[in-house]
């Protein structure tokens, strides 16, 4: 096999110690500054939402003991067909798993304390859904057989136990068969959910609700209107209204059953700046005072709600997490956008407002050979949408 220790973009000379040779090429294993020379990594999620510039975001201003890498993938020709965002963390794999099991575990931990937590090598995004970073999408098949060739070797040289692909879409399973046929398992992962915004306005879809939806919306939308008026701005740019609304974000995150990441206030700054066409941040007041905001991103016929934040001190009483949906869906279909994804959790007003689980994978394997078929037969007690009963009622829960 041969290889270009150059690309034709000019990508930099790498040490053999950061080489992984796979049958069909290799991965280099390189860093967000020694991207830079890489005009592949400008390619690499051309077609995605969360394009290079959102990676790059991420591992600017994300905290919590995150160490970014990336896998460029080229093949015997020496072309980069794909750059992989990876990164190390050492994740509690009972994270969000209640009763009996998480209190066994939590008693071992008294003399553990790092009982069933790992260092993982997950590939995909730390603040989002996963995807395949390939320059063009035709690549996709190639490029999962490279990773599926790559990550053992290069998990096992960093101390990781465990290589987790991070919330792809269910879609792409025809794509990562490669994975499942080759010793990982595949569980899911809390998936996202999808209303396809095929009405004219709110009205006419507010009349496809059931009856105990429509009456049980109309009390709570009474109740904030009696209140006094909440007044509703769109902007690109949140950096001027940061402190104010970033606690609100902090008070929904601390509620939240599963925690993986927490956004940064630098993160939402430079979402603003620099995907400006893409952010959207709406933000509610009453009184002058901040009292909600939600960040989306737009791309192409869809509106991708992000997060929220709220304050508490009004917002149950009130129910802005409706008021809150009532106006962004309203806006997007004005717009005239035709699906609005929403992010995993909360389920329950998601199932009433008629909207469809959009199933999210885990692709999980533990480096020891002997191990894996243990550890895989383990996962689906530890699978995080085991104790969530919510999602067996959604029409297409038999897709999860």
Avoid at 253 to 282: C, D, I, W
Avoid at 310 to 321: E, G, Q, R
Avoid at 323 to 342: F, G, M, V
């Amino acid at each position: 096999m041969r290889f270009a220790p150059v690309d034709s973009a000019g990508f930099l000379r790498m040490s053999v110690a950061n080489l992984i040779l796979f049958e069909q090429g290799v991965a280099k294993v390189a860093t967000l500054a020694e991207l830079q020379s890489c005009e592949a990594w400008k390619r690499a999620f051309q077609n995605k939402c969360k394009d290079h510039r959102y990676y790059e975001i991420v591992e600017d201003t994300l905290q919590g003991g995150f160490q970014f890498r990336y896998l460029v993938l080229q093949d015997e020709s020496g072309e980069v067909r794909a750059v992989q965002p990876v990164f190390f963390v050492r994740q509690n794999l009972v994270e969000g798993v209640p009763g009996e099991i998480r209190s066994i575990v939590d008693l071992v931990r008294k003399i553990f304390p790092r009982f069933l937590t790992m260092r993982v090598l997950m590939v995909g995004c730390a603040a989002g859904a996963g995807d395949l970073g390939v320059c063009d999408e035709k690549d996709e098949a190639w490029a999962a057989n490279a990773l599926q060739a790559s990550l053992r070797k290069y998990a096992r040289q960093n101390g990781a136990s465990l290589i987790v692909l991070k919330d792809f879409p269910a879609k792409s399973r025809p794509v990562l068969e490669t994975f499942f046929s080759n010793g990982y398992a595949r569980i899911p992962s809390m998936p996202m959910t999808c209303l396809p915004l095929q009405y004219k306005d709110w009205d006419e879809y507010f009349r496809t609700l059931s009856k105990a939806t429509r009456k049980d919306l109309r009390r709570k939308f009474r109740k904030a209107e009696r209140a006094p008026k909440i007044d509703m701005q769109i902007v690109n740019d949140i950096a001027p209204y940061i402190d104010e609304a970033y606690p609100l974000y902090l008070a929904v995150h601390e509620r939240s059953p599963l925690k993986f990441e927490m956004l940064t206030k630098n993160y939402f700054r430079a979402v603003g700046q620099r995907m400006a066409e893409r952010a959207r941040f709406f933000i509610w007041r009453q009184l002058g005072k901040i009292v909600a905001f939600s960040f989306c991103l737009v791309c192409d016929d869809a509106v991708y709600d992000e997060c929220i934040g709220l304050d508490y001190s009004v917002a149950l009483y009130l129910h802005l997490y409706f008021y809150t949906l009532r106006d962004i869906i309203s806006w997007a279909l004005r717009e005239r956008l035709k699906y609005y994804y929403s992010n995993p959790l909360n389920y329950e007003p998601k199932l009433h407002l008629d909207c469809d689980l959009v199933p999210l994978d885990l692709y999980v394997l533990h480096t020891n050979a002997f191990l894996n078929p243990i550890f895989g037969r383990a996962l689906k007690y530890l699978g995080p949408t085991r104790h969530d009963p919510i999602l067996r009622r959604f029409p297409n829960a038999d897709q999860l």
